[in-house]
């Protein structure tokens, strides 16, 4: 919607001062998009592809060139210059479609689940270059569903089916929840969740291998006593901590929250 | 100048594109070739050779002079003798004749006193063309050498054959099929052309670039237009090597009544492609316009003898006014200007499509 493909059911969007209605074709001057799905042509070279892409943002001749070099340089496309781009592997496929993305030198680039295809050394390699991009001086957004990734955002905002629940640092997300978190490590995880369960004042339970992750309200007095002691009177062996939240209890929690209609 | 230069990336990514696909490059050039070898021998109303058996129970020298001469005419094929008109009748139901010659026992008698019929043709009429063929038969004089000619009944009526004085169907044909072919081709290949981007998902990405809808259009229509005129020149070159079909008016006119036909042909492609959600439904939408085109435009049958409702519904397809400029310029060596009508309706026609086909397309989602 931000990039003007999508016209809003109500209300208005500006981007870089610019409404996403009226305005999109200058706006799409601006902004550079790398959608989820591989969409450059399949059956053109990597050179080819570029080169598609820098007439079409009509760069100019010596423009196109020397971006086109460094592109190829940046994003270690060298060697498949005359390859074409469906022969790619996945991480491969993926730098050719942010370059192509990133050619005009757009001032707001978005990504959408940039890394939904590709393996985890890519990924990592993948977030490099953002970084290196958003040194640049380049707006990233990026939507993900990946909490690991998200981690790795300087600002973030979880949308909860459309709707904003929460946005701000990861951190100062985790520390504005209205929940305790606590990791309980039981022999026999699932007897551990299966008393837990029955207590009320227990909004979530997620089980990470033997570890369960457990959210409760902090108006909640003495969680910790209360867990213990829930355990305790089904004769569950386990340990119980409290730990800092992460982003995925953030989201969890904010999620929870909207449903059940109570602040996050 | 950014729009050139965006139009001119299109064109260029749509030749690379197609260079690489064999597929689609084999049908520039096998499609006519093909169409035009197979319809050019097959289609054929100069009729020959049509089985026939005939019953004579006469078998007089006359009768037996009689059933040769019509043999001889090569126009019907005899393959056996029967006894009787019911054996004739039998044949006739199981298709194995298409005409059959009952001779009477009083043969002889009726020819010379000539006041009944002497021969009787008992014609598989369900085709019109092999009765046309039984009636020109019915012409074929029949009398004895020695008898004296009837006092000869002067024809009233002359038929002088202009533009084809040989009667070859390949001379009505290879033109018709010019546009046949271009409408397949061309149709088709447009159909395709956006709906492929969608389902690759290359359009999501073009919609994310400041190229605008009518550069789009436009560049993915010249590259075509090209392959258009190849192929083109191709039927006329085939035809003209291997049917002898002259081209009596002038190339240049052509050429001018191609470029608008095929750039009407492109839009209305354009227009399917916008329609569609898959490469399979613009495929066969493009089947429902080729059709019609085939057997209403002229093509086929004689455009004034159909139906006046036909006739309406073939008004509206570029094929049949392409029909009419090519057979004009190319038999009759018409000037292009003498049939302007037609050249405007094909012009009309391409810039509603393309017009219809840019409004329809939006650079959006939803």
């Known amino acids: 919607m931000l990039c003007g493909l999508l016209t809003p059911s109500a209300g208005v969007a500006t981007v870089m001062g610019m409404d996403t ?11 550079g998009y790398m959608t989820q799905r591989f969409s450059l042509y399949e059956d053109l070279t990597v050179k080819e592809n570029l080169q598609f892409i820098s007439e079409i943002y009509a760069l100019s001749r010596t423009r196109r060139r020397i971006r086109i070099e460094q592109l190829l340089e940046n994003f270690n496309l060298g060697k498949q210059v005359k390859q074409r ?180 | 100048m950014k729009s050139f230069i965006r139009m001119f990336a299109i064109m260029k990514k749509e030749f690379l594109q197609l260079s690489r696909d064999r597929l689609t490059f084999g049908m520039i050039v096998g499609i006519p070739l093909m169409q035009l070898l197979l319809f050019g021998y097959a289609i054929n109303t100069d009729v020959r050779n049509l089985s026939a058996a005939y019953v004579d129970e006469a078998d007089t020298h006359l009768s037996r002079q009689f059933v040769s001469d019509i043999g001889a005419s090569q126009v019907i094929n005899i393959r056996q003798r029967v006894a009787s008109v019911q054996q004739l009748r039998q044949l006739l139901d199981a298709g194995s004749i298409s005409i059959g010659i009952a001779l009477p026992d009083d043969f002889d008698r009726r020819v010379i006193e000539r006041d009944r019929q002497a021969v009787q043709l008992l014609v598989d009429g369900t085709d019109p063309i092999i009765l046309g063929v039984a009636q020109q038969l019915s012409s074929l004089p029949v009398r004895f050498d020695t008898q004296a000619t009837p006092p000869s009944s002067v024809n009233l009526m002359e038929v002088r054959n202009f533009y084809n ?36 998902g290359n359009l999501e990405l073009l919609i994310n670039t400041p190229v605008k809808t009518p550069e789009l259009m436009l560049g993915k229509i010249f590259p075509y237009i090209i392959i258009g005129l190849i192929q083109l020149v191709l039927v006329f070159s085939l035809g003209w090597y291997f049917f002898k079909v002259p081209i009596r008016g002038s190339q240049l006119d052509v050429l001018a009544a191609s470029l608008v036909f095929i750039a009407a042909n492109l839009s209305l492609g354009l227009l399917i492609s916008t329609l569609v959600q898959t490469q399979f439904q613009a495929m066969q939408a493009a089947f429902f316009i080729f059709l019609p085109s085939i057997l209403l435009s002229g093509f086929m049958f004689p455009f004034d003898g159909m139906p006046a409702i036909a006739q309406n519904i073939a008004e509206v397809l570029p094929l049949t006014h392409f029909n009419r400029l090519i057979r004009g310029i190319v038999l009759r060596g018409a000037d ?20 219809l086909a840019i409004a329809r397309f939006s650079k959006r989602l939803d």
């Open chain 1, 21 to 31: 209605r009226k305005e999109s074709e200058a706006l799409k001057q601006q902004i």
């Open chain 2, 165 to 200: 004085p040989e009667r070859r169907s390949a001379v009505n044909i290879v033109p018709g099929l010019v546009g046949v072919i271009l409408t397949m081709t061309m149709v088709l290949f447009t159909a395709v052309a956006i709906v492929r981007e969608k389902e690759r």
């Open chain 2, 336 to 355: 292009i200007m003498s049939m302007w009508e037609e050249l405007l309706a094909l012009g009309v026609f391409m810039l509603v499509a393309l017009t």
């Open chain 1, 85 to 264: 781009a469906g022969t790619l592997s996945g991480g491969q496929k993926q730098r050719l479609a942010l370059a192509a993305a990133t050619l005009h030198e757009p001032k707001i680039l978005f990504l959408d689940e940039p890394t939904s295809a590709v393996d985890p050394q890519n990924r990592r390699d993948f977030w490099e270059t953002l970084f290196e991009l958003a040194d640049t001086g380049t707006t990233i957004l990026v939507s993900t569903h990946y909490m690991d990734e998200a981690e790795r955002c300087h600002s973030l905002a979880i949308l909860d089916q459309g709707v904003k629940v929460a946005d701000g640092s990861p951190k100062e997300l985790g520390e504005g929840i209205s929940y305790h978190v606590f990791e309980v490590v039981a022999e026999d995880p699932n007897r551990a969740r299966l008393s837990l369960a029955k207590q009320k004042a227990i909004t979530s339970i997620t089980q990470l291998g033997v570890r369960l992750r457990v959210l409760i309200p902090k108006e909640v007095d003495d969680a910790l006593q209360l867990i213990a002691s829930t355990l305790k009177n089904s004769e569950v062996q386990a340990e119980v901590d409290q730990v800092l939240p992460d982003l995925e209890d953030v989201f969890v929690a904010v999620t929870q929250s909207r449903r059940e209609g109570m602040p996050a």
